[in-house]
Nanobody, 115 residues
């Protein structure tokens, strides 16, 4: 049974930091490209960052220099370190796993940036 379980979301003030985690199970984690997406109210889901099995990272322009994606294949976990958070980063953040034509999604964790 495939599971992607996100954690680490919450309420943070502008300029603050959060670290999201996504614990994966039920598939060969090390072979999959892992990614974080987000969806704000009234907006389409968008790619935030991705990291394939090679480890080469990719970021949306809006988060470059502020967010860092990483993975620990020994723990089957992908992380998103978010620094210098802005109100526009407020969204539901989803963990995504992709390999060939197979895609898995987590349930999401809410990040709210507000003073």
């Amino acid at each position: 049974q495939v599971q992607l379980v996100e954690s680490g979301g919450g309420l943070v003030q502008p300029g603050g930091s959060l670290r999201l985690s996504c614990a994966a199970s039920g598939f060969i984690f090390s072979s999959y490209t892992m990614a974080w997406y987000r969806q704000a109210p009234g907006k389409q889901r968008e790619l935030v960052a991705s990291i394939p099995s090679s480890g080469m990272t990719n970021y949306a322009d809006s988060v470059k220099g502020r967010f860092t994606i990483s993975r620990d294949n020994a723990k089957n976990t992908v992380y998103l370190q978010m620094n210098s958070l802005k109100p526009e980063d407020t969204a539901l953040y989803y963990c995504n796993a992709r390999w060939v034509g197979v895609v898995y999604w987590g349930q999401g964790t809410q990040v709210t940036v507000s003073s």
